[in-house]
T-cell receptor, first 114, second 108 residues
Framework: EAGVAQSPRYKIIEKRQSVAFWCNPI?????LYWYQQILGQGPKLLIQ????????DSQLPKDRFSAERLKGVDSTLKIQPAKLEDSAVYLC????????????FGSGTRLTVV | GQSLEQPSEVTAVEGAIVQINCTYQ??????LSWYQQHDGGAPTFLSY????GLEETGRFSSFLSRSDSYGYLLLQELQMKDSASYFC?????????FGAGTRLTVKP
């Protein structure tokens, strides 16, 4: 089966600019997650979708981050405006159902804010 | 809230056995997972323990003690390709929370 697709692979922007990341999960996976991984740290959950509904966005900085999964398939994560501390790898993962223990991760988007 | 603690770095030689420990504090605990991540790569699922005891998958084994809030990942017959970061993660309700990771370096 095809894996989790993410684009772009790399992105460099200036602070206060906006940026968007795209994710296409494994076909049939109802649950989609966005994680932020800062260099040297573990992934931190930003938001979890079940189909096109938000299950958990308690750690999403809602003043600058937004995410949507309109048709219950692919998803977009946006940052506007970006700050230097947003430099990280943004990982998308999917699982067949919520509560699954084995997620499939995409390769991530490495964001550098200068 | 929840916290997970694991060593930041471990070094071992090829062919050896290494154990990476993980202690956790969390509410609503459902199970402990382990992921492997090579530099620049995606985290890859290795194993999951919901109940106490040892789970074996090839060269990798994972152990959980719920009463001690403790688990470990055991890697046997180490190979150079095992050099990577290893993350323990706890499933809390419907999502996964990750530790900071242990960087394993395998030397010849």
């Amino acid at each position: 089966e095809a894996g989790v697709a993410q684009s772009p692979r790399y992105k460099i922007i200036e602070k206060r600019q906006s940026v968007a990341f795209w994710c296409n999960p494994i076909s049939g996976h109802a649950t989609l997650y966005w994680y932020q991984q800062i260099l040297g740290q573990g992934p931190k959950l930003l938001i979890q979708f079940q189909n096109n509904g938000v299950v958990d966005d308690s750690q999403l900085p809602k003043d600058r981050f937004s995410a949507e999964r309109l048709k219950g398939v692919d998803s977009t994560l946006k940052i506007q405006p970006a700050k230097l501390e947003d430099s990280a790898v943004y990982l998308c993962a999917s699982s067949l159902i919520g509560g699954s223990y084995g997620y499939t991760f995409g390769s991530g988007t490495r964001l550098t804010v200068v | 809230g929840q916290s997970l603690e694991q060593p930041s770095e471990v070094t071992a030689v090829e062919g050896a056995i290494v154990q990476i420990n993980c202690t956790y504090q969390t509410s609503g605990f459902y199970g402990l997972s382990w992921y492997q991540q090579h530099d620049g790569g995606a985290p890859t699922f290795l194993s999951y323990n919901a109940l106490d005891g040892l789970e074996e998958t090839g060269r990798f084994s994972s152990f959980l003690s719920r009463s001690d809030s403790y688990g470990y990942l055991l890697l046997q017959e180490l190979q150079m390709k095992d050099s990577a970061s290893y993350f323990c993660a706890v499933r809390v309700n419907n999502d996964m929370r990750f530790g900071a990771g242990t960087r394993l370096t395998v030397k010849p």
